[in-house]
């Protein structure tokens, strides 16, 4: 295997719960996502789905009442003497992984990029302080080094910002200085939760594009957790759909994008903005995701498919190989399931994506 295709991350059969006062919620059920050194991911799903949990189980960051049910999260990375290393990242504490991952190895960009920054701190320090415990810095060189990084993620007259304090900052350069701060150890894997959530629709586009860029100049593995689709159909290379702490779907991009097979991802697809459409009207998956606090005998989203059989309410789908890259857990990819084929509204939009993309150049 080449350096090019090494598995930076695997996520084996991950299972896991949070003790309730309304009995134990099975937030994430046997997940598995693997991602190749090198390139972007995006873990798409409503909120509730467990992609978030999913990711903080990478980051170290669960909630101390965590009960592992089982799965293993095995890291890649170069130690210090450039030597490749696999860890399984679930079997070491938070102490070790504050030290050798936690945003050595790995670090993640929140979704509210105002409320991630410490508001006591100048930007400066915040900067500086990975690189001093990290990398051994002296202040002088994290400085200097705190300057490049806010000039690399398109802050203008760095310098004087670096004794400023978040709040005097807007959203959009929040967001650049939390990425600033993300890259600062020069981790191996990049999180970005819900990166442009909370931004001006302005400058989501231009966020995206910034670590797009980023990923390309460093190097570095991205993993996007969001609810959109759309908002990484130009920066993800694989996308993992995500519900009721299960994946639904997996493939490449395109596969996903422009012929997807659950009925799930189809509504996600609907649910997104089209300015081409003369519909104005934004559809909605009917129905609400399940809370999780009871076990489903079958498919979690039977009660909310319209496409929904007998044996959904029975028996869980397993995952049906598509391509070789491309799967999804739907019993409608049964051979013995009557053809059922994607509304023809979401058809048409497929193809005005296809042909803008190919306009575009992006194909």
Same mark, same amino acid.
């Given at each position: 295997? =080449?350096?090019?295709? @090494?598995?930076?991350?695997n996520i084996?059969?991950?299972?896991?719960?949070?003790?309730?006062a309304f #009995?134990? %919620?099975? /937030?994430?059920r046997? +997940?598995?996502?693997?991602?190749?050194?090198g390139?972007?991911?995006a !873990? +798409?799903g409503?909120?509730?789905?467990?992609?978030? +949990?999913t990711?903080?189980?990478?980051?170290?960051?669960l909630?101390?009442?965590?009960?592992i049910n089982?799965?293993?999260i095995?890291?890649?990375y170069?130690?210090?003497e #450039?030597?490749?290393?696999?860890?399984?990242?679930l079997?070491?504490g938070?102490?070790w992984?504050?030290?050798h991952i936690?945003?050595?190895?790995?670090a993640m !960009?929140?979704?509210d990029? +105002?409320?991630?920054?410490n508001p006591?701190?100048?930007?400066?320090?915040? %900067?500086?302080?990975?690189?001093?415990?990290h990398?051994?810095?002296?202040?002088?060189?994290?400085?200097?080094?705190?300057?490049d %990084?806010?000039?690399?993620v398109g802050?203008?007259?760095?310098p004087?910002?670096?004794?400023?304090?978040?709040h005097q900052l807007?959203?959009?350069?929040?967001?650049?200085?939390?990425?600033?701060? /993300?890259l600062?150890?020069?981790?191996?894997l990049l999180?970005?939760?819900?990166?442009?959530?909370?931004?001006?629709? =302005?400058?989501?586009?231009k966020?995206?594009?910034?670590?797009?860029? %980023?990923?390309?100049?460093?190097?570095?593995?991205v993993?996007?957790?969001?609810?959109d689709?759309?908002?990484?159909?130009?920066?993800?290379?694989?996308?993992?759909?995500?519900y009721?702490?299960?994946?639904?779907?997996k493939?490449?991009?395109?596969?996903?994008?422009?012929?997807?097979r659950?009925?799930?991802?189809?509504?996600?697809?609907l649910?997104?903005?089209?300015?081409?459409?003369? &519909?104005?009207?934004?559809?909605?998956?009917?129905?609400?995701p399940?809370?999780?606090?009871?076990?489903?005998?079958?498919?979690?989203?039977?009660?909310? &498919?319209?496409?929904a059989?007998? !044996?959904?309410d029975?028996?869980e789908?397993?995952?049906?190989?598509?391509?070789?890259?491309?799967?999804?857990?739907?019993?409608?990819?049964? /051979?013995?399931?009557?053809?059922? @084929?994607?509304?023809?509204?979401?058809?048409k939009?497929?193809?005005?994506?296809?042909?803008e993309?190919?306009?575009s150049?992006?194909g």
């Open positions: 295997m =080449s350096r090019d295709q @090494e598995i930076l991350l084996a059969d991950l299972d896991l719960t949070f003790p309730t #009995g134990p %919620l099975h /937030a994430v046997g +997940v598995n996502i693997e991602l190749i050194r390139q972007a991911l !873990v +798409v409503e909120s509730g789905s467990g992609k978030t +949990v990711m903080k189980a990478v980051a170290g960051i909630p101390p009442n965590t009960k089982r799965g293993s095995t890291f890649t170069s130690n210090q #450039g030597l490749q290393k696999s860890t399984d990242l079997s070491k938070k102490r992984m504050r030290r936690n945003g050595k190895r790995i !960009v929140f979704q990029p +105002v409320s991630s920054l006591t701190m100048s930007i400066g320090r915040q %900067l500086t302080e990975g690189m001093i415990w990398h051994k810095a002296s202040k002088k060189e994290a400085w200097n080094r705190a300057i %990084l806010l000039e690399e802050i203008e007259d760095a004087k910002w670096m004794k400023c304090y978040p807007s959203g959009g350069m929040c967001q650049r200085v939390a990425i600033a701060i /993300a600062s150890c020069q981790p191996e999180i970005c939760d819900e990166p442009t959530t909370a931004l001006d629709v =302005s400058i989501q586009e966020m995206m594009d910034l670590i797009r860029r %980023l990923q390309r100049k460093r190097g570095i593995s993993i996007y957790i969001t609810h689709l759309g908002a990484v159909a130009r920066a993800a290379d694989m996308i993992y759909v995500m009721a702490g299960k994946i639904v779907e493939g490449m991009t395109r596969e996903v994008l422009y012929d997807p659950h009925p799930y991802t189809w509504g996600l697809l649910s997104m903005p089209d300015l081409n459409c003369e &519909n104005q009207r934004l559809y909605s998956i009917p129905g609400s399940p809370t999780l606090l009871q076990e489903s005998q079958g498919d979690a989203f039977s009660p909310r &498919n319209r496409y059989m007998i !044996v959904d029975k028996a789908p397993p995952m049906f190989a598509i391509t070789k890259t491309h799967a999804a857990a739907t019993w409608l990819l049964d /051979a013995r399931a009557p053809k059922v @084929e994607m509304p023809d509204e979401l058809k939009r497929l193809e005005g994506m296809k042909k993309a190919g306009d150049g992006r």
